[in-house]
């Protein structure tokens, strides 16, 4: 980015920005070492960027902005040769600027596909994505309930049903398995790389953590073999001494 009267521009991150930014560099070595060279597709399930209706913790509120740091922030995985597709998925109209407008700007500067709910075909084993998901559920006894049932009302109604189910959108990972007769599906909501905002802990009331991180899936001879997530979790308390 350029100013022409400040010249070159180069933002500082906060330190919950850096330890995000750690972590998906962490992550992206993860899931290339995984892959020992085998081809690695990868989907962003969206949203791209923040928006600018919710901006507060930002450093950058600018739409053009974060826009030209989304982008930039795709630079560690072109570096490997082994990479073979990008897909991204739009999400919410609030964050992307509306109609999936972010999502399929970054996906052309990125030269990647934009879909905003898509039935992919891996080796023949399907996955179906999207950014709009289930909740987590609101109490740790009750954690994957909403999930089990999205997942069976999709495997009883989708024609034909995905073996993978991948979303997003709620900022916190859940992984469900369903079976129905002899067909077999999981559902795997992923984790956002970000830290809650005074919104969030609002919606959430108050979490006690937040985690980060992404999932690889393992296709091999036209079967689901591996699913490999690579999470991180932080206590956002602030510890006092009275």
């Known amino acids: 980015m350029h100013d022409d009267d400040r010249g070159d521009y180069h933002p500082t991150l906060t330190i919950g920005q850096r330890w995000l930014w750690d972590c998906y560099e962490q992550d992206i070595l993860s899931v290339m070492e995984l892959a020992d060279g085998d081809p690695v597709d990868v989907i962003h399930l969206g949203d791209v960027i923040q928006g600018l209706r ?3 913790g930002l450093n950058i509120s600018r739409f053009a ?3 030209a740091i989304t982008t930039a922030n795709g630079a560690p995985w072109w570096c490997w040769e082994n990479l073979n597709s990008v897909t991204v998925v739009s999400g919410t109209a609030v964050h992307e ?5 972010a999502a399929e700007l970054v996906a ?3 030269r990647a596909a934009s879909i905003q709910h898509g039935l992919l075909s891996v080796d023949g084993v399907l ?5 709009h998901g289930p909740a987590a559920g609101i109490r740790e006894w009750t954690r ?7 997942l069976l009302d999709r495997m009883m109604t989708d024609d034909p049903p995905a073996r993978v189910y991948l979303r997003a959108h709620r900022h916190e990972p859940v992984w469900v398995t369903q079976h129905r007769g002899d067909v077999t599906a999981d559902l795997l909501v992923t984790p956002a790389y970000q830290l809650p905002s005074a919104y969030v802990r609002q919606v959430a009331q108050s979490p006690s953590a937040a985690v980060c991180g992404m999932i690889a899936l393992v296709i091999q001879d036209g079967e ?5 997530r690579f999470t991180h979790r932080v206590d956002l308390r602030k510890r006092v001494t009275l």
Do not use: K, M, P
């Open 108 to 110: 052309t500067l990125w």
């Open 65 to 67: 902005d974060q826009t």
């Open 224 to 228: 689901l073999a591996g699913v490999h």
């Open 54 to 56: 919710f901006i507060d």
């Open 144 to 150: 994957g309930n909403v999930a089990r049932l999205y």
């Open 97 to 101: 600027g509306g109609e999936g407008s």
């Open 127 to 131: 996955i179906d994505v999207a950014h």
